[in-house]
């Protein structure tokens, strides 16, 4: 089976009414590319024993039949990033994996990284990378007929899920309803946005949220590195005391050695990662003993190839991992490593994920289809 065409596509999300925000950034919308990677036809389908497989390439009569593999890299702000994103896989990426068996993910991972060393291959390009190879799995899962958490060796079939649904552009009255929500929806840990401009604010929002959730409900918070290092600690002490679950990116993601000080001056766990790409800079975090769990992104991390090896990372150790994002890749990859913590969610949405006491339940498509 080799890989025959990869189709992008770029879709703009249009401008929000009120754009979400937290302490460093405003999600005003940007936009989408979605990757399509076609394989010729695979050795291990044949037209008759398709079953419930999905997506599937027929060509045209001749009972050949190959697979199309799906990624994505979506951002949140930045309209122009979609488009640039594209001319990167369509020009630079797709040509390195075009004619590559799929099954050599792994092989095809490295090239992508060393071919795009010149100019750098975290940023943008890492978004690329990261889609491709979900894109890459996902064809190896369908070509196997499992879900992705199976084909890599599975640890569990549900992990522990959070609602991130406290937004810093939510009043403190409107928090309470959309904190009462997660919990109806059957979430038994809620993270909510700090990094307010001053402690108080923090402290009122924290206090408002809590009175609804009840003392059972974990809840971590978030101040998307906006702190420094002294007022991390002097903050951090105060969630604390309030009983928050983790504090997650109190200072610019890049700073180590200031995570490995206020790691040393707080006991409440350091969250921190969605910002780092990679695992070479995962290892430096950790090296320097810069947080208690680590929370890889999809794209900023380099897609499932990467992240496998950042949790493993992780594991070697002693910490667990989180999810930053939710989708079933993320599920898949939970599934996969002992050291999984909490998958990150907004609310359910379209019936996804599948909550039991308070755990998302693993996909079971092929690949990462959810079904
Ligand atoms: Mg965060």
Redo the contacts with the bound molecule.
Sequence with gaps: MKVTQIETTVTLSPPRDKPLRDALQTLSGGGSVTVKVYTSPSPLLSKEGLGEVAPLLSKEGSGEVGIIGTGSAFFGRIPGAPKTLKVLIDEELAPIVIGRDPFDVRAIHEDLKRETEYHGFTGITMFGIAALDVALWDIVGQACGVPCYKLWGACRDRVPAYAMVGWLNYTVEELKPICERALKEGFRAVKMKVGCPTLEEDVQRIVAVRSVIGKDTKLMV?A?QVFTVAEAIRRGKVYEELGCYWF??PIPAHDYDGYAEIAANLTIPLATG?NLYGKEEFKELLTRKGADLVQPDLRRAGGPTEIMAIAQMAAAFGLPWAS?GGGPVMLNLLCATPNAAWLETGFVSGGKPILEDGCALAPQGAGFAWE
Aim: zero cysteines; hydrophobic letters at 0%.
């Design positions: 978030d998307n997650e990116e969605e930053h």
